[in-house]
Nanobody, 119 residues
Framework: QVQLVESGGGLVQAGGSLRLACAAS????????MGWFRQAPGKEREFVAA????????NYADSVKGRFTISRDNAKPQMYLQMNSLKPEDTAVYYC????????????WGQGTQVTVSS
């Protein structure tokens, strides 16, 4: 099992920046890739970005391309989401998730961190 804890959320004005972190613990050696998801009030959870634990290749939702950057530090191990040029529509609870080498879906989830962007 992998345990995940997010941090770094908060309140920021439109155009500002925030950096989220996700600390992984437990059986981290089984992690294949990790990702960030978000859920706004009244909306379904949506994919934001993901990164391969080995190699570091990444992909992004179209809505955040060019503004958000995902990265990871295998040694710690932690994953990050640098969010720039934030918009009010980025307001949501952000969750980090991990997928093991034996699974097809993300099965480990953090508790979430609130990001609020004011206009």
């Amino acid at each position: 099992q992998v345990q995940l804890v997010e941090s770094g959320g908060g309140l920021v004005q439109a155009g500002g920046s925030l950096r989220l972190a996700c600390a992984a613990s437990g059986h981290t050696f089984i992690i294949n890739n990790m990702g960030w998801f978000r859920q706004a009030p009244g909306k379904e959870r949506e994919f934001v970005a993901a990164i391969m634990w080995s190699g570091g290749s990444s992909n992004y939702a179209d809505s955040v391309k060019g503004r958000f950057t995902i990265s990871r530090d295998n040694a710690k191990p932690q994953m990050y989401l640098q969010m720039n040029s934030l918009k009010p529509e980025d307001t949501a609870v952000y969750y980090c998730a991990a997928r093991s080498v034996t699974q097809t879906d993300f099965s480990s989830w953090g508790q979430g961190t609130q990001v609020t962007v004011s206009s």
